[in-house]
């Protein structure tokens, strides 16, 4: 950092398991992806290329590859996967990732019905080469899933070979473990906290109440996703309590109190 400043929360370092941040690349072009890197690739993990735009953008390959360079794993997202398994091109998709060389894929059913079997075995498949993200929720508004489907969802799927289970939110931060106004589902969260390790769920969440809302639940290093190339900055600074919202997050009580009462 810049310079020094005391109560600032421990940040775990890159390749980390915990604290991950997940970018959402919805069409960067070269040269936004080479500035992105430059400001924001200390701070990035693992960068999505959106639903199904890696078919249609320009220089995939060569953005994958300054992505790699930086130290940054990217991926296809999951619509991208169940795009390829409606088709019946599973194999195809395997072979895509193997062109591109990408050791990181996600396996998601947000958008069409996949036997939960089936997917666990599908993540098992994927799981033996690469490592596997998959994605918990649906994309469509007024589905709702039980707290104990969630967790049994989760638990399975990270026992087929998960590195992660995605909570699903999607780029609106209005579905899945989110209400349509954008609130979090309270109860449905601790439900499944208290089954499923919080380190191993990755978070997605596109809003800053929502992003301010799993910081203060769990800390700097929680796992969040869908986060827009300009908001990965923004969102350093609320892991580490240096905007308004986060800012007595990791400041001593009797700090925070002093302060109040002036």
């Known amino acids: 950092m810049n310079f020094e400043l005391s109560h600032i929360p421990e940040r775990t370092e890159k390749t980390r398991n915990e604290g991950v941040t997940m970018m959402m690349d919805k069409g960067l072009s070269v040269r936004e992806v080479e500035n992105f890197i430059d400001s924001c690739g200390k701070f990035t993990d693992i960068v999505k290329f959106g639903f199904g735009t890696a078919y249609v953008i320009q220089n995939l390959e060569q953005k994958i590859r300054l992505y790699r360079e930086a130290g940054i794993r990217p991926y296809f997202g999951g619509t991208l996967f169940e795009v390829f398994y409606a088709r019946n091109q599973y ?66 799927e990270l026992e087929a070979g998960s590195w992660k289970v995605i909570a699903e939110g ?77 800012f007595f997050q990791f400041l001593p009580e009797e700090v925070e109190e002093k302060l109040r009462q002036q």
């Not at 990408?102 to 098992?124: F, M, N, T």
């Not at 649906?138 to 039980?146: D, V």
Request: hydrophobic share 40%; glycine share 6%; charged share 25%.
């Open 91 to 156: 194999n195809d998709f395997k072979k895509l990732i193997d062109k591109y060389d990408l050791d990181l894929c996600e396996v998601s059913d947000g958008s069409i019905v996949i036997p939960h079997d089936q997917k666990c075995e599908i993540i098992s498949d994927l799981a033996k080469d690469r490592t596997v993200m998959s994605e918990v929720g649906s994309k469509e508004e007024g589905i709702l899933i039980s707290p104990n489907k969630w967790i049994k969802m989760m638990s399975t």
């Open 170 to 246: 999607r780029e609106s931060g209005t579905v899945g473990i989110f209400r349509p106004n954008g609130t979090a589902h309270t109860l449905l969260i601790n439900k499944i906290i208290a089954k499923v390790k919080p380190e191993d769920i990755l978070w997605e969440a596109p809003q800053k109440n929502q992003q301010v809302w799993f910081i203060r639940l769990f800390g700097a290093n929680v796992n969040l996703g869908n986060i827009a190339p300009h908001e990965v900055i923004p969102l350093e600074c609320l892991r580490l309590g240096l905007r308004g919202d986060t």
